[in-house]
């Protein structure tokens, strides 16, 4: 099977993904999760890789506070994106545009990064676990694993409450695709074994669009955005609500051995 390429869908992923409440929400939970990481990594200047990043809206966010970025895609629409949201940028962003699937990445070239990302990656992947660990190899010791995946529980809920009660019981499964659909979700108990396996210590776990995709159609007339955000913020990392996130948001630190003289 072969992995999702965006090439054909630049347009219309940036639409739907980016310009909407859905992309403001997973920006914010995204960028509250990823700043106290950092920080706690007591540097000014971190090397990061974004792994599979589309056009980078992260990637431009972070290198504008100065850090350095590698952003690497299979789709050369989204890094064309990229490279005119870069060259048109107020100020000079350090992000070097690398065309390539995650898995032809090259850590003798691209060297060791204390911080990879991989956003809405996994979901589209063949075979997500050999493919994220092998980015493993990318992480410094005492780096960071940004990691967010499609929840398919979430899925499931969302079609209950949405009464699509066939498509539960076929197993989630479709005839045809729509585009943007992810077609291999994932279970939150599934990554979490592998980052267990991979010895990364879970430092932080979020759900993304706890709220938003349960909304009913009818609103009420003084329904304000800005504040579904704040509350998507705080119940985010809340029992039940994080499991019923459409994305989870993990990130993950290898486990520091001590080593004996």
Not at 115 to 137: F, I, K, N, R, Y
């Amino acid at each position: 099977m072969k992995d999702k390429n965006f090439d054909k869908l630049t347009q219309k992923f940036a639409k739907n993904i980016y310009g909407t409440t859905k992309g403001e929400i997973r920006a914010a939970v995204l960028w509250r999760d990823l700043m106290p990481a950092i920080e706690q990594l007591g540097k000014t200047k971190i090397r990061i890789l974004d792994a599979g990043g589309g056009f980078g809206y992260l990637s431009q966010k972070l290198a504008q506070q100065g850090h350095e970025v590698v952003l690497c895609d299979i789709s050369e629409n989204m890094l064309e994106q990229a490279k005119q949201q870069i060259d048109a940028s107020d100020t000079p962003l350090d992000i070097t545009l690398v065309h390539s699937a995650i898995q032809d990445l090259d850590v003798s070239q691209l060297g060791q990064f204390d911080l990879v990302m991989c956003h809405a990656v996994a979901e589209w992947l063949s075979d997500a676990q050999a493919t994220l660990q092998g980015l493993l190899a990318f992480i410094k010791p005492t780096g960071l694993f940004s990691l967010m995946f499609y929840n398919k529980e979430a899925l499931r809920f969302h079609s209950l409450v949405s009464g699509n009660l066939d498509y539960v019981a076929k197993g989630l499964k479709v005839k045809k695709k729509i585009g943007l659909t992810p077609t291999y979700p994932l279970y939150i108990d599934q990554v979490t074994d592998w980052f267990n396996q991979w010895q990364l210590t879970l430092q932080c776990q979020s759900g993304v669009r706890v709220i938003n995709d349960y909304l009913k159609t009818h609103l009420p007339e003084n329904f304000d955005k800005q504040q579904l955000i704040e509350m998507e913020l705080k119940y985010s990392q809340r029992q039940p609500y994080l499991s019923l996130g459409r994305y989870i948001h993990f990130i993950g630190q290898p486990i520091q051995h001590d080593k004996v003289d």
